[in-house]
């Protein structure tokens, strides 16, 4: 059986397309109101959370990072511990004491060797000459360094100043006992001095006090004898003696800096707690906070302007669609408001879902979002509404899915969630679109189940995320996706059929079963009736499905179409079988009232058994207000014999009506007279039949049968096209062709 739908001409067409339903104003209404669903779903999840809080309050809930905010404060008091945790560094500057020990020595040695030179000027000259010395040692030392930058600047200021500071003062007695010395002993004097200096400055020397106490020990056990030569010894050793262990301010620095380096930043993750619930906002967690824009007041017009942008864009997507859908604007756009209410109300319930599932995912893995059932939303509107609508729903709804299950907030949108979401939202359009049982829902659930846990496997293959739990994880939660969608779609359906008046292919084919209570009345009661409403289904659909309309509606509202017969079955011809006809019997008036009101109480009998109003309105509307001219002429005939003026007019031989509102009551209509009058020819020709189905359509069109429900001149010929080759399929045995009666003539004459 052909389940054809086609969105515009389908579902919702029971509804009068006056008033509010086909109102421009309402129609745009609720297009703003699709850019605000937009708005709404997407800001929460692009713009950051603002509080109304001020320094010294108490907060009254807890405060999350929107994203991960750096504790500067934080931050910078561990890298300050880190770096005081930082020992001074020393350096070792080798300033060769020695030296000082060797130029000290040979200017005694030459100015003892001057006799022109009186011994009070050389003890005046020692006494001036050797402390300057040490100070000139140092300088020279320095300058050396400086050019040939192996020690840097602070260092040898360091070294400069701090030797200075410990200078060893020579007593004055000694320099009235240098004269003394012979060469001999100043050359022995000037070899033990270097030795000691030299052994004394391997080691590090932070303080040369320290160093210097062992120069008597050190004097006392060498090879010189002689006292007074001992003594000048140590006195020259201690003053030659100066430290080289000096803090280094520059390694120092760059060690702590290190430190500083490699302190690890303190952050707030996104989605941690800030501050708790009922915490006193101190000076620096208010200055966090400012530095997370999340006070009220903080600047985010710009994220706000992107968001209306892109609730825009995707409104602007959906009014394409819409407009396209009928190949005009949108303001006659055939979606009727109901339709658009009902869609409206779809995308509401498919991003809450959604909502919810993102709050799951924020308390647990992120992966959570692999259970939304987002595809949700677009199995109800290819039930309901339209299966390109849904196809164009997919797109938003990848959109928008990705921005509420995004968890990484440094991008827009979550990829994996997007082609997730497109995936399911295919199978579940291909799986669904020919359902004709309930059933067929838990079957598409299973196919959304598939090919969702499919999709998410070669994203975590292609991601290389192999971790065997987390991946059952990811993919236990997309195979329950498609059984929660399937599950929620039942549930919900029956929903929207009945608030919205929804004659869904589940439904009619439900309703097509020969099990219904009334099908099964119709066949028992008036199996005449039964027999020419399934012939009539046959053609209708044929027909409706030419133009674009509802087949299966067109087949179904057949079947119904008459069951108002059912009350009187013995007035209509077709269950008159082996019977006379009352007709015959009775005023032409009671025959006219007891066959129009077939139409009523069909109508009536399936609104006591809560069948569609579609389904009604077919029953209702099939014969328009059409003309049962048999009886108005028979009548006539009656009122002439009796000779008596006529108390009647030709339109109170009408049906009441209304007339055919829907393309579908039209067809049905069409197809109903000519099945009747096609099964009341003996055996007819194909021309017959053409020329029958057109009179019946020319005189029905002339009645102004179809001003109501927009059917086109081209519309009633493809309709009339179909009607033909039906009826040349289903009697095919019976309708002469040509050359069948050409011959039949030739045989005639040949007797």
């Not at 919702?12 to 509010?20: R, S």
């Not at 289904?537 to 017969?565: M, P, Q, T, W």
Request: hydrophobic fraction near 40%; proline fraction near 3%.
């Amino acid at each position: 059986m052909t389940q054809q739908k086609n969105s515009r001409n389908v579902k919702g067409n029971h509804l009068n397309f006056t008033g509010w339903r086909q109102s421009n104003l309402v129609k745009w209404m609720l297009m703003a109101l699709f850019v605000i669903l937009f708005y709404l779903n997407l800001a929460p999840h692009i713009i950051p959370e603002t509080y109304n809080i001020t320094e010294g309050s108490v907060s009254d809930k807890d405060i999350k990072a929107p994203t991960e905010i750096r504790d500067e404060k934080a931050t910078r008091e561990a890298e300050e511990k880190a770096a005081n945790a930082i020992e001074d560094s020393y350096s070792i500057v080798a300033s060769r004491n020695d030296s000082l020990v060797e130029s000290i020595f040979l200017r005694i040695e030459q100015l003892n060797a001057d006799d022109q030179v009186s011994k009070e000027d050389k003890i005046d000259i020692y006494r001036s000459e050797i402390p300057s010395r040490y100070d000139q040692h140092i300088q020279i030392f320095v300058k050396s360094s400086n050019a040939t930058t192996t020690y840097n600047e602070l260092l040898l200021e360091e070294m400069s100043n701090v030797a200075k500071e410990q200078r060893y003062t020579i007593p004055e007695e000694t320099f009235y006992k240098l004269p003394q010395l012979s060469q001999e002993q100043l050359t022995e004097m000037r070899m033990v001095a270097k030795e000691i200096v030299r052994k004394l400055t391997i080691e590090p020397i932070r303080n040369a006090e320290t160093a210097r106490t062992q120069v008597a020990e050190m004097v006392n056990s060498s090879t010189i004898s002689n006292r007074t030569a001992r003594e000048i010894v140590q006195e020259i050793a201690r003053f030659s003696i100066m430290p080289n262990r000096f803090f280094d301010k520059t390694m120092t620095d760059e060690a702590r800096e290190e430190a500083r380096n490699n302190t690890t930043p303190i952050v707030y993750k996104e989605n941690e707690v800030i501050v708790k619930k009922n915490q006193e906002i101190t000076p620096d967690l208010f200055a966090l906070l400012t530095e997370a824009n999340v006070l009220q007041g903080t600047d985010h017009h710009w994220s706000r302007i992107g968001v209306v942008l892109l609730s825009l864009m995707l409104f602007a997507f959906l009014y394409v669609y819409l407009s396209q859908s009928s190949g005009v604007g949108l303001k006659r756009a055939s979606y009727n408001n109901t339709q658009l209410l009902m869609l409206l109300l779809i995308y509401l319930i498919n991003f809450g879902v959604i909502q919810i599932t993102s709050v799951i995912q924020s308390e647990t893995a992120n992966v959570a979002g692999y259970f939304a059932p987002a595809a949700l939303g677009i199995m109800l509107i290819t039930l309901l509404i339209d299966e390109h609508l849904a196809m164009a729903s997919t797109f938003i709804f990848s959109i928008v899915g990705s921005v509420i299950l995004n968890t990484n907030t440094s991008l827009l949108l979550d990829f994996k969630f997007g082609v997730y979401i497109i995936v399911i939202s295919l199978a579940a359009i291909y799986s669904i679109k020919h359902a004709s049982q309930r059933s067929a829902i838990l079957k598409a659930g299973i196919m959304v189940s598939l090919f969702g846990s499919f999709s998410v496997l070669t994203m975590l293959l292609m991601a290389e995320q192999l971790d065997r739990m987390p991946m059952l994880y990811s993919l236990g939660l997309a195979f329950g996706s498609g059984l929660v969608t399937s599950i929620l779609v039942v549930g919900l359906m029956p929903f929207f059929e009945i608030s919205f008046g929804i004659l869904s292919a589940l439904k009619l084919v439900e309703l097509s079963s020969p099990n219904h209570p009334l099908l099964r009345k119709l066949l028992t009661e008036t199996p005449g009736t039964y027999h020419h409403s399934v012939m009539v289904g046959n053609l209708a659909e044929a027909a409706a499905e030419s133009i674009g309309a509802n087949g299966l509606l067109c087949r179904v509202g057949s079947f119904y179409h008459d069951l108002g017969k059912t009350k009187r079955p013995s007035y209509f011809i077709e269950n008159q079988t082996n019977m006379s006809n009352p007709h015959d019997t009775i005023d032409p008036m009671l025959s006219k009232s007891i066959i129009v009101a077939h139409a009523k109480d069909g109508a009536e009998m399936l609104k006591a058994y809560n069948i569609p109003k579609q389904l009604r309105d077919i029953a209702e509307q099939h014969h328009g207000t059409t003309s049962l001219k048999f009886f108005y002429y028979k009548a006539l005939k009656e009122a002439e014999g009796q000779g008596v003026e006529p108390d009647f007019k030709e339109e109170d031989f009408r049906y009441p009506g209304p007339k055919a509102q829907s393309k579908e009551a039209a067809v049905v209509g069409i197809a109903d007279c000519v099945e009747a009058a096609v099964r009341s020819l003996r055996n007819p020709t194909i021309t017959q039949v053409e020329d029958m189905i057109h009179k019946i359509i020319k005189n029905r069109v002339d009645d102004n049968q179809y001003n109501e429900c927009d059917l086109t001149m081209k519309e009633l010929d493809k309709i009339a096209q179909s009607l033909k080759e039906s009826l040349m399929g289903i009697f095919h045995s019976r309708i002469e062709y040509p050359e069948d009666v050409k011959q039949k003539g030739n045989e005639k004459e040949q007797i």
